[in-house]
Antibody, heavy 116, light 106 residues
Framework: EVQLVQSAGEVKKPGESLTISCKGSGYTFTNYWISWLRQMPGKGLEWMGRIDLSDSYTNYSPSFEGHVTISADKSITTAYLQLSSLKASDTAMYYC?????????WGQGTLVTVSS | EIVMTQSPGTLSVSPGERATLYCRASQSLRGHLAWYQQKPGQAPRLLMFGASTRATGIPTRFSGSGSGTEFTLTISSLQSEDFAVYYCQQYNDWPYTFGQGTKLEI
């Protein structure tokens, strides 16, 4: 069974950094990209970026470039999303998902709350 | 960036009825259009890709059509579990973008 399991939600202060993990299982991890998406409270979905697990190539949406870093450790079939210099506006649910174009399996989501 | 516009914002229907959701793109997608369903507190679920191909396990009451810039998702006979928010998404040009969603309610 394909599964993507994300790390637990976090509460952070403005200016702090945060790394969310996404562990894949039930499939050949390096055969698919992992995408990261954001959903702000009560809002729609935004594609942040994606990583090709075969060679760790990444590309980012211009809206998120410079503010997020996507990486992976193939040896433990885990992808990461790092958010830096957090602001209150980063409060959102963050999802990892399998595939780079039409995500077919999704993590359960990680709720990030940024509050002073 | 391609802008995706969904209509209506909210659609009120009854179980057993047919629902048609619309999605318009700001430029041609060459068929690179997907649909997702999202229920409260859950991650989105892929319903359709390539505008009209059902994803694995999706019931046949869901169908997609369209080309170019205009697309539709039709649910032929609504079941109680279909009441959710539906998003269209283009994957023709990076960054891939979503519509704002259509809420299907009773």
């Amino acid at each position: 069974e394909v599964q993507l399991v994300q790390s637990a939600g976090e509460v952070k202060k403005p200016g702090e950094s945060l790394t969310i993990s996404c562990k894949g299982s039930g499939y050949t991890f390096t055969n698919y990209w992992i995408s990261w998406l954001r959903q702000m409270p009560g809002k729609g979905l935004e594609w942040m970026g994606r990583i090709d697990l075969s060679d760790s190539y990444t590309n980012y949406s211009p809206s998120f470039e410079g503010h997020v870093t996507i990486s992976a450790d193939k040896s433990i079939t885990t992808a990461y999303l790092q958010l830096s210099s957090l602001k209150a506006s980063d409060t959102a649910m963050y999802y990892c998902a399998r595939r780079d174009d039409t995500p077919d399996y999704w993590g359960q989501g990680t709720l990030v709350t940024v509050s002073s | 960036e391609i802008v995706m516009t969904q209509s209506p914002g909210t659609l009120s229907v009854s179980p057993g009825e047919r629902a048609t959701l619309y999605c318009r793109a700001s430029q041609s997608l060459r068929g690179h259009l997907a649909w997702y369903q999202q229920k409260p507190g859950q991650a989105p679920r892929l319903l359709m890709f390539g505008a009209s191909t059902r994803a694995t396990g999706i019931p046949t009451r869901f169908s997609g059509s369209g080309s170019g810039t205009e697309f539709t998702l039709t649910i032929s006979s609504l079941q109680s579990e279909d009441f959710a928010v539906y998003y269209c998404q283009q994957y023709n040009d990076w960054p891939y973008t979503f519509g704002q969603g259509t809420k299907l309610e009773i």
